[in-house]
C-alpha cells in the first residue's frame, strides 16, 4: 500500500511535465489544425528562460578585501552579485535564492513573444499545407532551436536549484498515519505539482468563463460559421499559440530544479508529449490532461522493482505499450472526438 | 532491355556510370592544393553516401509513393546491423551471408510493426511507428543487452565462434570483413599528377548493391504495383470504393522499405563490423525523412542525392573551423575578417546542425519538391521555356494536388 502510495507520488512530477506540454500540443492542434514538433523546444526554451535569469542576477563585480588573504597570501579578491549591493546582502540573497520562481516573470512575456513570432513568422504560412509539411519544418525550426541554444549555453547540463525553503523532502506518510520515512516526497516536486494543477485549471476557467474563451471555443468546433458572424477568429488563434505556448515555457521553467536543463531536454520530452496526446484524444484537452498524468504514473508503476521481476524492460517501454493498445482498441484515444484528424 | 523504357534505361546508365565513377568525380582538387578539404573521394565517406541513399531509396518507396511518413525507419536500419555483426560473430566474415540476414530479419521484424501500424493513417501512423522505434531503442539500451551489448554497441572479439571462419587471425588479430576473400578494407591508391584517387573494394560492394537497388525501386516505380500504391496516396477512400483493399499492397511497400533499410543497415556493418543502439534513435529516423525531402520525395533520384548532400556536408561543414574561415577571409582587412568569421562561426564545425535545419526549413516552405524541383526549375529558367495559358492544365478538370500523408 505504502509502495503504491509512494508511486503515484513520484509519477504526479512527470505526470505534470506531460500534462502541461499535451495541453499546449492541444490547444495548438485543435485551434490551429496545426501538429506543432517544436513544441518540445517551447519547453526547453522555458527552461533556459530560468537559467538566464538566474545567471542575470547572480552577475557580480569583484572587490578587493584588505581583511581576508587568499592561499597565496594576497589580499583576498570577494565577489558580490550587483544584487546584494543593490538591496543588501539579506534581500539580494533572497532574490538570488528565489531565481527560478522569479524567472516565471521573465518568462511568460518572451514565451508569449516567441510564441507570437513563430506564429505570425511561420506557422501562418502552413495552415493550407498537409500535416506532413506541418510536421516537417516544425521539425526544421525545434532543431534550429535547439542548436541556438547549444550554441549559447552550451551541451552540458546546467544544475539550477531550487530555493533553500523548498530543499528536502515532506514526509508524507506521516499524515496518513504510515511509520515515519516511508512515503516521503521531495518539496519542490509537490511545488510543481501543485503550480502544473493551478495552470491547468487556470486555463480550463480561462476558456470556459471568460468571453474569450467562448470564441476561442466555438472556433475549435467550426471556425468558419463563427467567421461568418464577424469575428476575426485567426487573431484569438494567435493568442491561443501565444498562451500554449507560455504554458510550455512555464513546464520548463519550474522543471529545472527537478532536472537540470540541457538542449535537448525538449526532444526527449516532445515524443512523450506526443504519444500522451495521442492516447488522450487529438483535439480534447481534459483527454490530454488525463493522459499525462495517467502515464506519468504508470511509467513510475513500471519502474518498481517487483514488476521489472515480471516483465523486464517494462519501465522503458510502457508507454509506447500503452499508446500502441490504446490506438489500436480506441482509435480516437481516451477522450477524442469524433472527425478531428479522421477522414 | 531489363524491362524498361530506353528513357529509364539511360537514367539507370547514367547514376550507374556516375555511381561507379566517384572515385574520380568526388576528388576534383589535387591532394596538395587549399581546396582539397572539399574532396569527398575518400572509401570512408564514399561507402556513407551509397549506403544512406539505398537508405533513403527504400523510405521513398514507402513516403514517396504511398505518402506513409513514418518515424522509425531506423529501427530497420539498427536491426539489420545487429544482424549482422551476429553473423560475423557466428558464421564468417563473410559479408554475403550477413547482408542477406540483416535483410531477412529486418523484413519479419517490418512485417510485424507494419501489420501493426498501417492499421492507422495520417499522423496516428507517424506517432505509432515512433513509438515502436523508441521501443525498440530503449529496449536494446536494457534489457536486450545479451544480444545488443547495451551502451558499448556491439563489436567483434577474438574468442567469437565463427564456426566456418577463424577466431582470430594468425598474427592474433580480429578478422577483417571480406567477400570471398577481397578485404573490404583494400583500397588502390592510383596517383594521376597531383591527384590521388582511391578504389575501395567496400565501396564498389555498396555501389553494385546501390545499382541494383536502385533498379529494384525503378521497377516497382513504374509497375502496377507502383501505381497501385500511387493510388493509395491520391486517395484511399476512391480505392475502397473502387473495391480495392489497399492494405496488402502497403504492407508489402513498409516491408520493401523495411529491407532496404536492413540492407543498408548490414552493409554499414559489413564496412564497420559494429553496432550501436544510437542508430535506432528517432533522430535517425528523422534523418533519413529531412534526406528523402530535402532530395525531393517521390522521385527517383532525390533521395539519393539527399543522402549525398546531407552526409558530404556533415562531413565538409563539421570539418571547417575557425582557422579555415580566417584562411578564407584573408584578403580581408582584419576587422572585417574577424566579423566575417565571427558571423559564420555558428554555422560550421559543430554548428553544422544549425545549418542543417534552416535549410532543411527552407526547402519544406519554398521548394517543398526538394533538390529536385530546384533542378527543374533551374533548367525551365535557362530554357527560358515559356508556358503559354492554354500549355496549363485546367484546374477545374484536373485532379488537385494531393497532400504528401494518406489521411
Redesign the interface.
Known amino acids: 500500500m505504502d509502495a503504491i502510495l509512494l508511486q503515484i507520488l513520484n509519477g504526479l512530477d512527470k505526470g505534470s511535465a506531460y500534462a502541461l506540454i499535451a495541453l499546449g500540443l492541444t490547444l495548438i492542434f485543435g485551434t490551429l489544425g496545426v ?1 506543432n514538433f517544436a513544441h518540445g523546444a517551447l519547453f526547453m526554451m522555458g527552461a533556459f528562460c530560468a537559467v538566464t535569469v538566474s545567471r542575470l542576477l547572480s552577475l557580480s563585480f569583484e572587490t578587493v578585501d584588505p581583511t581576508k588573504l587568499d592561499f597565496l597570501g594576497n589580499p583576498a579578491k570577494v565577489k558580490t552579485p550587483y544584487v546584494e549591493a543593490w538591496f543588501g546582502p539579506e534581500a539580494g540573497g533572497a532574490i538570488i535564492d528565489w531565481a527560478v520562481p522569479l524567472s516565471i516573470l521573465f518568462a511568460i512575456p518572451i514565451m508569449i513573444a516567441i510564441g507570437f513570432a513563430m506564429e505570425r513568422g ?1 506557422i501562418k ?1 502552413f495552415y493550407k ?5 506541418q ?3 516544425t ?6 532551436l ?3 541554444i547549444k ?1 549559447f549555453y552550451g551541451a552540458n547540463p546546467i544544475p539550477t536549484p531550487a530555493p533553500d525553503a523548498f530543499k528536502g523532502s515532506f514526509d508524507f506518510g506521516v499524515l496518513l498515519g504510515f511509520d515515519p520515512n516511508v512515503i516521503i516526497y521531495p518539496y519542490w516536486r509537490m511545488v510543481y505539482f501543485l503550480f502544473a494543477t493551478v495552470i491547468i485549471g487556470g486555463v480550463f476557467s480561462f476558456l470556459q468563463f471568460t468571453t474569450f474563451g467562448m470564441v476561442v471555443r466555438a472556433g475549435m468546433a467550426d471556425r468558419e460559421t463563427v467567421g461568418l458572424l464577424g469575428i476575426d477568429i485567426d487573431k484569438r488563434f494567435t493568442a491561443m499559440f501565444g498562451l500554449a505556448a507560455a504554458v510550455a515555457g512555464l513546464a520548463g521553467v519550474m522543471y529545472t530544479p527537478i532536472n537540470s536543463p540541457n538542449y535537448h531536454m525538449g ?1 526527449d520530452f516532445l ?1 512523450l508529449s ?2 500522451v496526446v ?1 492516447v488522450g484524444g ?1 483535439g480534447s484537452l481534459p483527454g490530454a490532461v488525463a493522459a499525462g498524468f495517467l502515464l506519468g504514473i504508470l511509467e513510475s508503476f513500471a519502474s518498481m522493482n517487483w514488476v521489472k521481476d515480471i516483465i ?2 517494462i519501465d ?2 510502457i508507454i ?2 500503452v ?2 493498445i490504446i ?2 482498441t480506441r ?1 480516437r484515444g481516451l477522450m477524442g472526438r469524433k472527425g478531428v ?3 | 532491355m531489363l524491362g524498361l523504357s530506353k528513357k529509364d534505361l539511360t537514367f539507370l546508365l547514367i547514376v550507374a556510370v556516375l555511381t561507379l565513377c566517384a572515385p574520380f568525380l568526388l576528388n576534383p582538387f589535387p591532394t596538395d592544393s587549399a581546396m582539397a578539404q572539399f574532396n569527398a573521394g575518400y572509401p570512408d565517406l564514399m561507402q556513407r553516401f551509397v549506403i544512406f541513399g539505398i537508405f533513403a531509396i527504400g523510405f521513398n518507396i514507402l513516403f514517396g509513393l504511398t ?1 506513409y ?1 513514418s518515424f522509425g525507419h531506423a529501427a530497420f536500419l539498427g536491426v539489420g546491423s545487429y544482424s549482422a555483426v551476429w553473423m560475423f560473430k557466428l558464421l564468417s566474415m563473410n559479408v554475403l551471408p550477413a547482408i542477406l540476414l540483416s535483410m531477412i530479419i529486418a523484413g519479419l521484424f517490418s512485417v510485424l510493426i507494419g501489420f ?1 501500424s498501417l ?2 493513417s ?3 501512423f ?3 511507428t ?3 522505434a ?2 525498440s531503442f ?2 536494446a ?4 543487452t545479451p544480444i545488443t551489448n547495451g551502451e558499448t554497441g556491439l563489436q567483434l572479439t577474438l574468442d567469437d565462434p565463427r564456426v566456418l571462419g577463424q577466431s582470430a587471425t594468425p598474427q592474433g588479430g580480429i578478422p577483417v570483413t571480406s567477400l570471398f576473400g577481397i578485404e573490404m578494407r583494400a583500397t588502390h591508391e592510383l596517383a594521376v599528377g597531383g591527384w590521388t584517387f582511391q578504389f575501395n573494394a567496400g565501396y564498389y560492394l555498396c555501389a553494385i548493391v546501390m545499382i541494383l537497388a536502385f533498379y529494384v525501386a525503378l521497377r516497382i516505380f513504374r509497375s502496377p504495383f507502383g501505381l497501385m500504391l500511387r493510388a493509395v496516396k491520391s486517395n484511399q ?1 476512391r480505392l475502397n470504393y473502387t473495391g480495392l483493399n489497399p492494405k496488402p499492397y502497403t504492407l508489402a511497400a513498409f516491408v520493401i522499405s523495411g529491407v532496404y533499410a536492413g540492407l543498408a543497415g548490414g552493409l554499414l556493418a559489413s564496412m564497420d563490423p559494429l553496432a550501436g543502439a544510437e542508430r535506432m534513435q ?2 535517425a529516423s ?1 534523418e533519413v ?1 529531412l534526406m528523402t ?1 530535402l532530395g525531393g520525395a517521390g522521385t527517383m533520384i532525390g533521395p539519393v542525392l539527399g543522402a549525398g548532400f546531407i552526409k558530404y556536408f556533415e562531413n565538409i561543414f563539421s570539418k571547417i573551423n575557425d582557422t579555415v574561415l580566417h584562411q578564407w577571409f584573408a584578403f580581408m582587412p582584419d576587422g572585417m575578417e574577424d566579423f566575417f568569421v565571427f558571423l559564420l562561426h ?1 554555422f560550421v564545425g559543430k ?1 553544422w ?2 545549418t ?3 535549410l ?2 527552407l526547402v ?2 519554398f521548394l ?1 519538391g526538394g533538390l529536385v524541383e530546384g533542378g527543374q526549375r533551374i533548367a525551365r529558367l535557362l530554357r527560358r521555356e515559356r508556358t503559354d495559358s492554354n500549355d496549363r492544365p485546367d484546374p477545374e478538370h484536373h485532379p488537385r494536388e494531393t ?3 494518406a ?1
Open positions: 501538429v511561420l504560412h499545407r498537409p500535416h506532413a509539411d510536421i516537417l519544418v521539425f526544421g525550426l525545434a532543431i534550429v535547439q542548436e541556438i550554441l526532444m515524443v506526443f504519444v495521442v487529438m523486464p524492460g522503458q517501454i509506447y505499450v499508446a500502441i490506438l489500436l482509435p484528424m479522421e477522414d | 505518402g511518413l501493426v492499421r492507422r495520417g499522423i496516428y507517424s506517432i505509432l515512433l513509438a515502436f523508441q521501443m530503449n529496449l539500451y536494457s534489457v536486450l477512400n528517432w533522430t528523422g525523412v525531402i555558428p554548428g546542425h544549425l542543417l535545419g534552416i532543411f526549413m519544406v516552405t517543398p497532400p504528401h500523408v489521411e
